[in-house]
């Protein structure tokens, strides 16, 4: 049983749900270990996605980005922190990581970088529709195979995304550091 949390804390179901009843419980449905035993081949699919999107010619760092902003939006806190860990690993910078919640108001971002990250939002909230001049503008920097790998990347973080939120997958932290000050 986890600890009461103040109502502040919950998150609500969605509003398909009975009354939109607040989440109050952050314990796992089943780990990721289970649901990749459970669902082999669903996550293989989804791991030939992102492959496949790299042998086409997309930037790992760029990918991570991507990867990194759905699962900000979509409140994927295993999901973040997974992929902050990867492109930690990969060298990202850290001011890119830091600031990538505002990347529209700083300039460390190159202009495939900004361009990856506009696409990223626009098929991430796909509800409200994907205008013309947001497909231009990714066209621009995009080559079309490029462009159709990115996206079926960005629908696979999205898949990933909804998984781990629904089941609740516990964020797996990098080991205990001393935080720098300011």
Not at 11 to 26: D, I
Not at 46 to 73: C, F, P, T, Y
Not at 103 to 109: H, K, L, P, T
């Amino acid at each position: 049983m986890g600890t009461t949390r103040p109502a502040t804390w919950s998150r609500t179901t969605s509003s398909s749900s009975a009354g939109g009843t607040p989440v109050s419980e952050f314990t796992p449905r089943i780990d990721r270990r289970s649901f990749r035993r459970l669902a082999a081949p669903v996550a293989d699919a989804l791991a030939a996605i992102d492959s496949a999107a790299v042998a086409a010619g997309l930037e790992a760092d760029l990918l991570e980005l991507v990867k990194l902003r759905a699962s900000q939006m979509n409140g994927c806190a295993f999901c973040v922190q997974y992929h902050l860990n990867v492109a930690r690993a990969q060298q990202v910078a850290r001011e890119k990581l830091d600031l990538l919640v505002a990347w529209r108001e700083v300039d460390v971002y190159t202009d495939r970088e900004r361009a990856a990250l506009a696409w990223t939002e626009v098929l991430t909230e796909v509800e409200l529709g994907v205008a013309d001049d947001d497909f231009d503008e990714a066209r621009e920097v995009f080559s079309e195979n490029e462009l159709a790998h990115l996206s079926a990347a960005i629908g696979a973080i999205n898949a990933w995304n909804r998984i781990s939120v629904g089941f609740r997958f516990a964020p797996e932290l990098p080991g205990p550091r001393k935080l720098e000050t300011v």
